[in-house]
């Protein structure tokens, strides 16, 4: 066996393990919202008429299908608001830093505060960035990681981004391709 077929059936191996430990997930997180530790219901058949929604949804707003809209987040609390509105760019910065390494309900609070006061600043990323681990800390992980999304799509050359996508996961969604010339072509 080569060493390309090798690595082939590892990853392949690999990916087969990924999804039946997510499959198993899936199912001992059902059983435990089952209630009293009896295990689940079996499901009974649903018709196309029961999944079928009664009313049709409505479509997405343009601005939302795209990468660089912020994710919807619970505005900021009113205190907050009037805690960044008295202060200046630079302030407001030197206090989120202060407050990220104590307090991050604050934290989060301020940093929406400025994002919706400063929103597309130079210290714009940095914010993102001390939003995100804030909320990480506070376990609000699905929350942290449409900030990154967003983050790392709005400000892509920012050198905050870099130390983003290792500690998330998330990366730029560049549309990218060769042309006929042989060249890269953002699109």
Same mark, same amino acid.
């Given at each position: 066996?080569? +060493?390309?077929?090798?690595?082939?059936?590892?990853?392949?191996? /690999?990916?087969?393990?990924?999804?039946?430990?997510?499959?198993?997930?899936?199912?001992? !997180?059902?059983?435990?919202? =089952?209630?009293?530790?009896?295990?689940?219901?079996?499901?009974?058949?649903?018709? /196309?008429?029961?999944?079928?929604?009664?009313?049709?949804?409505? =479509?997405?707003?343009?601005?939302?299908?795209?990468? #660089?809209?912020?994710?919807?987040?619970?505005?900021?609390?009113?205190?907050?608001?009037?805690?960044?509105?008295?202060m200046n760019e630079a302030v407001l910065m030197a206090r989120l830093r202060e407050v990220a390494q104590s307090d991050p309900a604050q934290t989060v609070q301020l940093a929406r505060a400025g994002n919706k006061k400063f929103p597309d600043s130079p210290?714009?990323?940095?914010?993102?960035?001390?939003?995100?681990?804030?909320?990480?800390?506070? #376990?609000?992980?699905? !929350?942290?990681?449409?900030?990154?999304?967003?983050?790392? #799509?709005?400000?892509?050359?920012?050198?905050?981004?870099?130390?983003?996508?290792?500690?998330?996961?998330?990366?730029?969604?560049?549309?990218?391709?060769? +042309?006929?010339?042989?060249?890269?072509?953002?699109?």
């Amino acid at each position: 066996m080569t +060493n390309r077929t090798r690595l082939t059936a590892t990853a392949i191996g /690999a990916l087969v393990l990924a999804g039946a430990i997510a499959v198993w997930h899936a199912w001992s !997180e059902k059983d435990e919202r =089952a209630g009293d530790g009896t295990t689940a219901a079996i499901p009974t058949p649903t018709t /196309a008429a029961q999944l079928a929604p009664a009313v049709p949804a409505p =479509a997405p707003a343009p601005e939302a299908a795209g990468q #660089n809209t912020p994710p919807p987040a619970p505005p900021p609390s009113v205190s907050a608001e009037a805690a960044v509105a008295r202060m200046n760019e630079a302030v407001l910065m030197a206090r989120l830093r202060e407050v990220a390494q104590s307090d991050p309900a604050q934290t989060v609070q301020l940093a929406r505060a400025g994002n919706k006061k400063f929103p597309d600043s130079p210290d714009a990323p940095e914010r993102a960035a001390i939003l995100i681990h804030a909320l990480v800390t506070q #376990n609000q992980l699905s !929350e942290g990681r449409a900030e990154a999304e967003y983050m790392v #799509n709005h400000y892509p050359d920012s050198k905050w981004v870099r130390e983003i996508e290792g500690f998330t996961g998330a990366h730029r969604h560049r549309n990218i391709r060769v +042309n006929d010339a042989g060249q890269l072509e953002y699109y």
